[in-house]
Structures are given as C-alpha cells and as structure tokens.
T-cell receptor, first 110, second 115 residues
C-alpha cells in the first residue's frame, strides 16, 4: 500500500547482527501494529504502538513510534535464525481496518 | 489464549465445486475478518463482521459468501471460483472493530487451490 511504506523489502544478515526495519505512513497514525509471518502461515502479532514516543520490547525485538515523522521502527538485537520470516507493519488510520505495508523478508544466516 | 483456528488447512477445488472455509475463536471477540493473501503480497481485506453483522465488504465478487452464525464462528462459502482465486485465506478476530481494542489475531490460514 502506498499509504504505508516499509523498508527494506528484504534483508539478509549474519546471525548475531542487529537490524532495523522501518515503516512510514503518509496518513495520521492512530495505531501501528507489527506482525511476523512465516511463508504460507498466519500472521503472529508482535506489538502495537499508539502514542508518540512509545517503545515496546519483547525478548530481543524492540519497536518505537515516532509520531511526528509518522514512522515506526522495529529493531532486532543479536539476530537468530528463529527471527527469520516476513515482518509486516499494519496501520490504523481510523477506518475500522488495517492497512499493511508490503513486508520485509528477513533471512538470518547461521 | 489468543488462538484463532481455521479449517481446512489445505483445499483443492474445481471451478464448479462448492466448498466452505471455517474459522473459530473463543476469546470473546466481537469482530471477525476474512483476508486474502497472494504470494509475496500483504493480506487484502475481504469482509469484516462486527457483532455478527456484516460491517465491511471490500467489493468482493459474489462467488465468495461470508456467514457469521454466532459470535465464535465465521464461514466463507465458495462457489464457482476461478483459478486466480487461489491464495492463502486468513481469518482474524479482535475484541471490537475500533476504539483501541482492535488488535487483530490471525489464524494459520487455509491454502486454497482452484483447478
């Protein structure tokens, strides 16, 4: 969706490296969601951010919301092969539906 | 528990067949969703039910017919599908449709192949 730009499209990292995925909205954000998907499977909810400056962490994954820039970043510290998959951001633009970014394909090489 | 279940996991059907996809959740959620996902693309919203009533239909062809028989169940009836309808069909649910309680939890999906 052009309303939500996600970058990079794909990312290949060596195990143990840190990485960041970005998601930028062209519209006002009322909520920003991060999901992870393995190919051919359902989406796994990671985190939801609502307030500017909000930061949440789960294990080695941290997400932040920059309200001014209408942008969120997902940071993985010391990546592991289990982090591999497709990361999708979803935006709540107050339309009773989520708009998804195109996704970031993450590969972690052992 | 944030589990949404979907059956079947895989489905192969001919263009003249009638089949149904089933989705179930027992989290007390009152909003349920159907999405279609093609390979290497994000999910596309098809239908949304809120309190068992159809709230959003994203101009989906009539060969797809949703049904919400009760607050825990969501069906998608399929008839006279085309090969381009082959995709991963995802069901999701959330507490409510909006108002800050709309984190969506997804099922594992049904992989549909139309021959």
């Amino acid at each position: 969706s052009q309303e939500l730009e996600q970058s990079p499209q794909s990312l290949i990292v060596q195990e143990g490296k840190n990485l960041t995925i970005n998601c930028t909205s062209s519209k006002t954000l009322y909520g920003l969601y991060w999901y992870k998907q393995k190919y051919g499977e359902g989406l796994i909810f990671l985190m939801m951010l609502q307030k500017g400056g909000e930061e949440k962490s789960h294990e080695k994954i941290t997400a932040k919301l920059d309200e001014k820039k209408q942008q969120s970043s997902l940071h993985i510290t010391a990546s592991q092969p289990s982090h591999a998959g497709i990361y999708l951001c979803g935006a709540d633009h107050r339309g009773s539906r989520l708009t998804f970014g195109e996704g970031t394909q993450l590969t972690v090489n052992p | 528990d944030t589990e949404v279940t979907q059956t079947p996991k895989h489905l192969v059907m001919g263009m003249t067949n009638k089949k149904s996809l089933k989705c179930e959740q027992h989290m007390g959620h009152r909003a349920m969703y159907w999405y279609k996902q093609k390979a290497k693309k994000p999910p596309e919203l098809m239908f949304v039910y809120s309190y068992e009533k159809l709230s959003i239909n994203e101009s989906v062809p009539s060969r797809f017919s949703p049904e919400c028989p009760n607050s825990s169940l969501l069906n998608l009836h399929l008839h006279a599908l085309q090969p381009e309808d082959s995709a991963l069909y995802l069901c999701a649910s959330s507490q409510r449709l909006a108002g800050g309680m709309n984190t969506q939890y997804f099922g594992p999906g049904t992989r549909l192949t139309v021959l």
